[in-house]
């Protein structure tokens, strides 16, 4: 038997809405309603593919609860079939199932069954008792209400204030936990920041010198040798130490068998050592507002080396022996000092950077707000590679993982001879290599202690 009409005295609006406004939207009584129809009353009918996707997301995880919600307002009217009460006044409105006949889709080509905004629109179509004059497809969708007005259906677009405010899925919640956890764990943790400076422009112009073959090297052997004859030495002048002389020549056999050989046997190397030496600091604070416990800073480095000053070396080879003053040193300056005790805020160096690949700082309690530098001479070795990279990580106690940074330095790498380099017959470079600089700031500050000779 078929239904009644729906009487137009009765509702002045037939609004069928769709999942998403069903799920996605606020509680239906709380939906303003008056922006459809400020009059009312109205009735609001639930097509059979709203109440399908509805009880397909009760156990979606975000939507279940309030698919939940929604079947217990509709279940009334199912059980029923008459009319629930979502709203009293401002306007009335009230909830329905709707009744649709069998739809024959041959007669809409342009929608396609298998898609659920043009199932709504057909069923809405095929409602039966309803005055399709006062109907209206509501949705926050587009192509619903575009379907809609194409069949010539009332549509209305939602505004965002039918919206419930966003909420997170579990995934999404859990995220938000662990992001939350992190920023409690930084709260209690040291905030430490790392730069590293390099003085020198880039590219740092270095040189690999082609190995001498064994008549140059002797060569180079015989002329640093007449560069540096022995002294004669006044047996007179060798106060308290009648053995002076003795000892003098000691040391300067050593100096001609075994010293220059050793240096003129790496001559190459220690030519290299002229060139790709630049200024490094590394800068560290704990900007935030809790000391770091065990702060210990490590510096690593790949293509070179540290060191603690400028390493000077000569062409014309290491100095020789000189005769030394019989005078016993005072034996308060011949024994070493033992080192100052550290200060637990103080850095200590545990591994001095002599030459070395890698050096290391500690600090028992280094302050919130607290800043230090370490400052360092690095060399970009010609034969390991294209880059000087160095690397400063920070560990502390109360720091869960560690902060790091990397300079990496290009090194422009000229391969060449000794010959190109000095004129061989006293041994002088033809040009001021970049450690010539060095030499002249230190004399003329009269500050010899950023340099050393290698020897």
Request: charged share 25%.
């Amino acid at each position: 038997m078929a239904e009644k009409s729906i009487p137009a005295v009765t509702f002045n609006t037939v609004a069928v809405i769709d999942a998403n406004v069903a799920l996605e939207c606020q509680a239906l009584e709380h939906l303003p309603w008056d922006e459809l129809d400020p009059v009312g009353p109205m009735v609001v009918l639930l097509t059979p593919t709203v109440l399908k996707e509805v009880d397909g997301m009760q156990h979606h995880a975000r939507l279940a609860e309030h698919a939940r919600r929604f079947n217990r307002m509709v279940s009334p009217a199912a059980l029923s079939g008459q009319s629930v009460v979502v709203r009293e006044a401002s306007p009335r409105v009230e909830l329905r199932l709707g009744n649709c006949k069998k739809i024959d889709w041959k007669d809409f080509p342009d929608l396609d069954k298998a898609e659920s905004d043009a199932r709504l629109v057909a069923e809405a179509l095929h409602c039966q008792a309803v005055d399709s004059t006062r109907m209206v497809v509501v949705s926050h969708d587009i192509r619903p209400l575009g379907l809609a007005r194409s069949h010539g259906i009332r549509a209305f677009h939602a505004s965002d204030a039918w919206l419930r405010p966003q909420e997170r899925c579990p995934a999404e919640e859990e995220v938000v936990r662990l992001t939350k956890r992190i920023a409690e764990l930084e709260n209690n943790e040291p905030a430490l920041e790392l730069s590293i400076e390099c003085e020198a422009p880039q590219p740092v112009e270095v040189h690999w010198i082609d190995e001498l073959d064994a008549c140059e090297r002797h060569g180079i052997e015989s002329k640093i040798l007449g560069m540096h004859p022995m002294k004669e030495v006044d047996p007179g002048s060798m106060d308290l130490l009648p053995s002076g002389t003795d000892v003098y020549t000691q040391q300067f056999e050593r100096y001609q068998k075994e010293t220059v050989p050793g240096f003129v046997s790496r001559y190459e190397r220690k030519l290299e050592l002229s060139f790709g030496q630049i200024p490094v600091t590394i800068r560290f604070a704990n900007a935030g507002q809790v000391r770091a416990e065990a702060f210990v800073l490590t510096i690593t480095v790949e293509g070179g080396w540290i060191n603690d000053k400028f390493v000077l070396t000569s062409p014309r080879g290491p100095s020789p022996p000189y005769p030394q003053n019989g005078t016993l040193p005072p034996v308060a300056s011949a024994l070493p000092r033992p080192a100052p005790p550290v200060d637990r805020y103080q850095m200590e160096r545990i591994e001095p950077p002599k030459r070395t690949l890698k050096a290391t700082l500690r600090c028992e309690d280094f302050r919130h707000g607290a800043s230090d530098q370490f400052q360092c001479i690095a060399w970009c070795d010609p034969r390991a590679g294209d880059h000087l990279t160095i690397t400063a990580s920070a560990t502390a106690a109360n720091l869960h993982g560690e902060k790091k940074t990397v300079l990496k330095v290009n090194k422009l790498v000229h391969k060449t001879r000794v010959d190109a380099l000095l004129n061989l017959d006293d041994l002088k470079f033809k040009k001021p290599s970049p450690m010539a600089e060095v030499l002249a700031l230190a004399a003329k500050t009269k500050n010899y202690l950023k340099f050393e000779w290698d020897k």
